[in-house]
């Protein structure tokens, strides 16, 4: 089992930056392939990046790339997502996710096992 806990969010001006982290329980962190999902209001859950359990492997939705970074440390149990030149669009509830298949670039919320609760990002214009 697997306890995942966002923080990072808030409301930030279009072209400004806020970093996201995702803590999760156990010790078995190292384990996970994780991701970053985003949901607008009224708008269906979709895919922001993933990164493989070393920390490679990373993949972007063509919506984000070149501006966001996922990254993580199995250290400190925790991964982040860098989003700088954030635009009005980007704003939406973000979740971390995570799931033990030896697939990358895993972009189906589906095929996640543990879900975050989500940080509120809003970007204001």
């Known amino acids: 089992q697997v306890q995942l806990v966002e923080s990072g969010g808030g409301l930030v001006q279009a072209g400004g930056s806020l970093r996201l982290s995702c803590v999760a329980s156990g010790r078995t962190f190292s384990s996970y392939s994780m991701g970053w999902f985003r949901q607008a209001p009224g708008k269906e859950r979709e895919f922001v990046a993933t990164i493989g359990w070393s920390g490679g492997d990373t993949y972007y939705a063509d919506s984000v790339k070149g501006r966001f970074t996922i990254s993580r440390d199995n250290a400190k149990n925790t991964v982040y997502l860098q989003m700088n030149s954030l635009k009005p669009e980007d704003t939406a509830v973000y979740y971390c996710?995570?799931?033990?298949?030896?697939?990358?670039?895993?972009?189906?919320?589906?095929?996640?096992?543990?879900w975050g609760q989500g940080t509120q990002v809003t970007v204001s214009s």
């Open positions: 996710a995570a799931h033990r298949s030896a697939a990358v670039w895993v972009t189906q919320g589906r095929s996640y096992d543990y």
